[in-house]
């Protein structure tokens, strides 16, 4: 366990924006947990700072999750329950499980950030989440100081949002993770794009590696590089309304897409929404909108992360003034701020 003080978070998270915590500690394995105090109202958990906007000053202690590790833990021939911990990077699991044999996880590939993440974010793309393939979690529960288990039940999951980023939030530290990935492969081609750019390269029956090389196209197409950009990638959820509200929306904005969420709820798309208000591209000092993805807030240089935040909520109120509908940040915003 290594501990730091007064340190920069420059570096520690993709939107790459100027603040500084009073304390820092890197924690390397689940034992290190009970020598350490989570204060809820001062204190922040980091994995790989991909889904993050400091928007001031951490005036607590930063815990950075560095507990590193994948490996199969049982094997029912058809099947294999591998454990992933916390620590480690979210892509490179998936490429280790493609390796392995194991599908499941390529329509998730090149997701940024660490494996304790996902759990909290409820991680999906292209028709897929992360509750789908997950058996259960462990976690380290900074009020009881113990460590406890969660079913895939027990986490509450729901679009990109879990109790531990919901009513849990703060509560526990997320050691690692139990997925159940699968020897045979089952193609999940649910989005036009995915099918088209597999058609691209004349593929009609897929591989599990073809499905995940796709998935990394489309994401390096889309979205920009956050070495490269800082970004945070979707910085908003896609909203979901009932089927009343999507019917009466479509008869003002006949080409707004949207796709069935459940029986009874449409998801529309924020991106589409955000690009009808006029922000994509836009640019207000080295805050900014992407050119290449309305979803994704960029920092161009020297954007604080509260130059960033108020530029969030100028394209917010413009989408919820014009079409009613009210977008809500997909990203993790501290110190905590009504948004």
């Known amino acids: 366990m290594k501990t730091g003080e007064n340190l920069a978070l420059k570096s520690f998270t993709t939107f790459g924006v100027a603040a500084r915590a009073a304390r820092v500690v890197e924690i390397d394995s689940p034992a290190d947990l009970a020598r350490c105090r989570f204060e809820p109202a001062t204190d922040l958990v980091l994995g790989g700072g991909s889904n993050v906007l400091l928007a001031g000053d951490i005036d607590g202690t930063v815990f950075l999750n560095r507990i590193r590790g994948m490996r199969a833990v049982e094997d029912r021939g ?173 008869a003002r904005f006949r080409d707004l897409p949207s796709f069935p969420a459940n029986a009874s709820t449409v998801k529309l798309s924020a991106a589409w929404l955000i690009e009808q208000c006029g922000w994509k591209g836009h640019r207000e000092g080295d805050a900014g909108v992407s050119d290449r993805h309305a979803l994704v807030l960029v920092n161009h240089g020297n954007a604080s992360g509260a130059e960033i935040l108020a530029l969030a909520h100028r394209v917010r109120d413009s989408v919820l003034e014009r079409t009613g509908v009210r977008l809500e940040p997909e990203a993790r915003i501290y110190p905590e701020t009504r948004t």
């Not at 590939?109 to 974010?121: D, E, H, K, N």
Request: hydrophobic share 40%; with cysteine; proline share 4%.
């Open 78 to 250: 058809e099947s294999v329950l591998v454990e992933a911990r916390g620590g480690q990077l979210w892509h490179s699991l998936v490429l280790w499980s493609l390796r392995e044999g194991l599908s499941g996880l390529e329509n998730l590939s090149l997701i940024p950030g660490l494996v304790g993440a996902a759990p909290m974010q409820n991680i999906g793309a292209y028709g897929v989440e992360l509750s789908e393939v997950l058996e259960r979690v462990e976690a380290w529960d900074w009020q009881q100081g113990r460590m406890v288990e969660f079913s895939t039940a027990e986490c509450g999951f729901a679009y990109r949002d879990s109790r531990f980023k919901s009513r849990d939030a703060g509560r526990f530290f997320i050691t690692r993770i139990f997925l159940r990935l699968a020897r045979h492969f089952t193609p999940r081609l649910d989005y036009d794009e995915l099918r088209e750019e597999l058609g691209r390269s004349n593929i009609a029956a897929p591989d599990a590696h073809q499905v995940s090389r796709a998935v990394i196209m489309l994401r390096r197409r889309k979205l920009p590089d956050p070495t490269l950009l800082g970004n945070a990638g979707s910085f908003f959820k896609n909203p979901q309304v009932s089927a009343a509200e999507a019917e009466s929306l479509r």
